[in-house]
């Protein structure tokens, strides 16, 4: 066989495609975490996120899939980072408003069924503190989109992963039970993100005979858990001593995106987009056995003993939650080296899950876990009001081709908060951020090989928001009504209103994020 130039490229890039198609399907994603804001390549990130109505790298993937069909296929590998600065301040908390030591003395059934109860705040494993977010993080990223010789279709593939190998994921209570852990008020939707390894792949298909019209759709993979934790612990005295089982099932599913575009027009287009909601579902259950637990065993039909155990099935999590969307887009050209195009994405957050997979009109109630979910303590509170707002994004982007070999980017982000006023019990830490973008690339050639390379950069901007709370609307966490152990008797100290909820009296968040990503890419 003779071995020809031609045939050499083909191998090679059927050899790189394999490589990256193979490398988004091994590395499934919960979540994108940042990039749903600043864009899954540098591209997006140069432009502002806005390629949904043209577009010209394979970051389309995840912003309208039927774009591939309409630039040259393509590989190339990137660097993305990013660098918070954000932060949470928190109101002084007046003395009085501590949780007692002498709450241990009460008859704590008395004045509440309800499980969830407050330590003494002095007890607490970390103290009430402001939250500081200042981390930076770099991600690799890669991608490719090929047309195996078929006129107007593409298949492509991507992936982007933290490095050097840190995914990870926290979560937290968006209320006063997270004085059991961080003690902290955390931020919602931006800044404190899970990094995670992302892959996604797709295809693109624009009629030959209607060239004006393409369609496209991708997948992102998701995994999702089952986990059952058996422990057995031979005495309560070492309550540090256990025997434990994992029993994990894990089950993977699929974002989907579809995309449309048109172009009725040589200076128009016209980019439509819907996209699946997604989060990391994860149902947990806890099974404890005791050794000489105080109940009778229970007598079967069939003659046989069944000893009682500790079930706890509620451990629930919906993590990283990112909401249905549909986005419309209009571009336009002018004199084959302006293209200008605007979208607005509508975004469903108000199905939107705690990472405990609650509702936030759920989470802002109390609930009585012992009396069938009765609402305590707090009845003036209407939960709808929590509930998360749907919200329009705006994308703006701006490219000059001011010479053969260059191009110059700008973009704008809106994205306005979905989160009410949280005068309750609740602290989801939101507020309304905005972009600015800027990104170049440079095209050359190498050995009838065609290359280029892009810079891009963001600066993000979160809106200070002041938050405060009212009294009346917290959880007095020791009752005023709970009378001495011994002694039934009232508790002066018990007076008022106490509360652990790291946000009371109230809070202000502010704070920015750079973004900056570098790229380097072969035309096939």
């Not at 975490?33 to 996120?49: E, R």
């Not at 991600?139 to 010789?149: D, I, K, R």
């Not at 011994?486 to 018990?494: G, K, T």
Request: net charge negative.
């Amino acid at each position: 066989m003779n071995w020809q130039p031609g045939r050499a490229k083909l191998y090679v890039r059927l050899n790189l495609f394999l490589m990256v198609i193979l490398l988004g399907l091994s590395m499934p994603s919960a979540h994108a975490g940042p990039l749903k804001n600043f864009g899954y390549d540098t591209t997006a990130i140069g432009s502002g996120n806005s390629e949904f109505a043209y577009g010209s790298s394979y970051g389309v993937l995840a912003s309208n899939p039927a774009l591939m069909s309409r630039f040259k296929p393509h590989s190339g590998l990137e660097f993305i980072f990013y660098k918070n600065n954000l932060s949470i301040s928190l109101m002084n908390k007046p003395a009085n408003a501590d949780v007692p030591i002498t709450y241990y003395d009460t008859q704590v059934d008395d004045a509440t069924s309800s499980m969830d109860r407050a330590l003494p705040t002095v007890e607490l494993r970390n103290k009430r503190r402001d939250t500081e977010v200042d981390d930076f993080q770099v991600m690799l990223g890669g991608g490719v989109t090929y047309s195996f010789g078929i006129d107007g279709f593409r298949l492509g593939g991507m992936f982007v992963a933290p490095l050097p190998d840190q995914a990870h994921i926290t979560t937290y209570w968006p209320h006063e039970q997270e004085q059991y852990f961080s003690n902290q008020v955390h931020f919602t939707r931006f800044g404190e993100w899970s990094p995670m390894i992302t892959g996604m792949l797709g295809a693109s298909y624009a009629i030959p005979q209607f060239n004006y019209l393409s369609f496209g759709a991708s997948v992102e993979v998701s995994i999702r858990s089952t986990a059952v934790m058996g422990i057995y612990m031979p005495a309560l005295q070492a309550d540090d001593y256990s025997k434990s089982n994992m029993d994990m099932k894990m089950a993977a599913s699929v974002r989907p995106t579809v995309g449309i575009q048109a172009e009725p027009l040589d200076w128009m287009s016209v980019g439509l987009t819907w996209k699946l909601w997604n989060y990391l579902k994860v149902d947990g259950e806890g099974q404890m056995l005791l050794w000489s637990y105080p109940a009778t065993p229970l007598e079967v039909g069939d003659g046989k003993w069944v000893p009682k155990r500790v079930s706890q099935p509620n451990h629930d999590y919906s993590l990283m939650y990112e909401p249905m969307e549909a986005s419309l887009a209009l571009g336009f050209r002018f004199a084959e080296q302006w293209q200008v195009q605007a979208v607005a994405t509508w975004n469903h957050w108000s199905a939107y899950r705690t990472q405990h997979d609650e509702t936030p009109e759920e989470a802002a109630q109390y609930r009585d876990i012992e009396d069938e979910g009765e609402v305590l303590n707090i009845p003036s509170i209407n939960g709808d009001d929590y509930k998360f707002s749907d919200t329009f994004d705006v994308n703006v982007g701006v490219s000059w081709q001011y010479l053969d070999w260059a191009q110059a980017r700008l973009g704008f982000i809106y994205q306005p908060t979905p989160v009410p006023e949280q005068d309750g019990r609740t602290n989801f830490a939101d507020s309304d951020t905005w972009c600015i973008a800027a990104g170049h690339r440079f095209d050359f050639g190498i050995a009838e090989s065609q290359f280029h390379v892009e810079l891009g950069l963001q600066f993000w901007q979160m809106v200070k928001r002041t938050v405060h709370k009212d009294p009346a609307k917290i959880i007095d966490e020791a009752p005023d009504e709970a009378i001495h152990i011994f002694e039934a008797a009232s508790l002066p100290a018990l007076e008022g209103l106490q509360t652990n909820n790291p946000g009371f009296p109230g809070y202000s968040l502010e704070g920015w994020t750079m973004v900056g990503a570098f790229s380097a890419s072969y035309e096939f």
